[in-house]
């Protein structure tokens, strides 16, 4: 099944987006794809809550309406006063927004293609606008759709609301890239050691985990999620550059049972190096590290 594409470009959509509080629209109805006729955007739009209609035409005007209520074909007379028509060109800096006259209808619920009274989409089911004018939306046909009713494509989109989730971060923060390269170009001052190792230690819960899986994923370059349960030491790198001097050792969280989480002895083992990578520790039995100093050599470089 193939994917319908939005006929909208990047600033046609982001001048219509601008008419909004943070949202996002998602295509319901094209009609050059399911066809001009109003039984087809029923079938596709009824019952789908706020709305915005787009309408194109070959002057260059993107215009249409938007409702915050549901189409259901009750054929009644719809009040909504958040409803507004609009009109963009590319040769505004920014969209008409035509509101509701107050006290008027919005627009009528019947089996006709949306009809915001000033203007019907799909005219007896047609690729095709009737302009009556009225008292419900006040504009001028020229400013709205250049007179010119035919349409080249007319599309639907439900308008979801994000509420506090922003489509742009509210800030950029200009460092970031030298805080990133000042990490990579690290290096320890300590002949023999080759990369600075960071033991996380703390309550079962406190964030151990997430802090690490945030530091691997700006590294990587994408999002990283491991479930890491025992030491595990792990040198952060990019897809595509050099590792990371860095390497951070997640541990089991301590709690308050003996029998269960790290052991703070272990702790301290771990620090002074006596414990091996890829360790499993258990938390009923203490790491013997008098067996492991007559086994393993320690380095500097491989304590934290």
Known sequence: MSTIISSLTNDQRNKLLSLFSHA??????????????????????????????????????????????????????????????????EDRPRPIRVGVTPGQHAFVDGATGPNFGALLFLDQNTATVLSPGGATFNFTAAEMHGDNLNLTEFEVYRVQEMGGVLEKPWRIIHKRQELKNRILSYRPDVKGVKEARVLMVGPVGAGKSSFFNSISSVFRGNMTSQAITSLTPDTSSSSSGPSVPLTLCDTMGLEEAEDSGLHPDDVINICKGHVQDRYQVRPTQLWDFLFFNNKYQQHLSSRS
């Open 24 to 89: 996002q629209l998602h295509l319901l109805f094209k009609a050059s794809v399911h066809g001009f006729a109003a039984d087809q955007f029923h079938f596709r739009c009824d019952k789908q809550g706020p709305t915005v209609c787009v309408a194109f035409n070959s002057s260059g005007f993107v215009y249409g309406a938007y409702t915050s209520k549901d189409y259901a074909q009750s054929n009644q007379n719809i009040l909504d006063e958040r409803a507004f028509l609009f009109s963009i060109r």
